[in-house]
């Protein structure tokens, strides 16, 4: 049973933006983080940002500091991933999924390995 459902996929251009959402399903359980992934064909997923329950805590792969923003709304539950100035490199299916897991620290963990409930993931392509 999927734990989010992941929309705002699609087409952009490079230096374009696009802004991912990720709502709870019925089935959603509590968890410490929620984090957006990303993986790109014949690539290992990746991990992009994530944010603590609360939503005050961020953590972001250097890759994407400056460009993307993660969010949380908490009247709804959802998780924001705002990209902007896409490059061709950012393409792949983003998957946000949380971790029931409780982390040491401020920071939430940016490796897949912790985050136990998933997402079927959106598309983003990058191209002119």
């Known amino acids: 049973q999927l734990q989010f459902v992941e929309s705002g996929g699609g087409l952009a251009q490079p230096g374009g933006s696009l802004k991912l959402s990720c709502a709870p399903s019925?089935?959603?359980?509590?968890?410490?983080?929620i984090g957006w992934f990303r993986q790109a064909p014949g690539k290992e997923r990746e991990a992009v940002a994530c944010i603590s329950s609360g939503g005050s805590f961020a953590t972001y792969e250097d890759s994407v500091k400056g460009r993307f923003t993660i969010s949380k709304d908490n009247a709804k539950n959802t998780v924001y991933l705002q990209m902007n100035s896409l490059k061709p490199e950012d393409v792949g299916v983003y998957f946000c999924a949380s971790t029931t897991q409780p982390y040491n620290g401020r920071d939430c963990p940016l490796h897949p390995r912790p985050y136990d409930h998933w997402g079927q993931g959106t598309q983003v392509t990058v191209s002119s």
């Open positions: 019925l089935y959603a359980s509590d968890y410490y983080a």
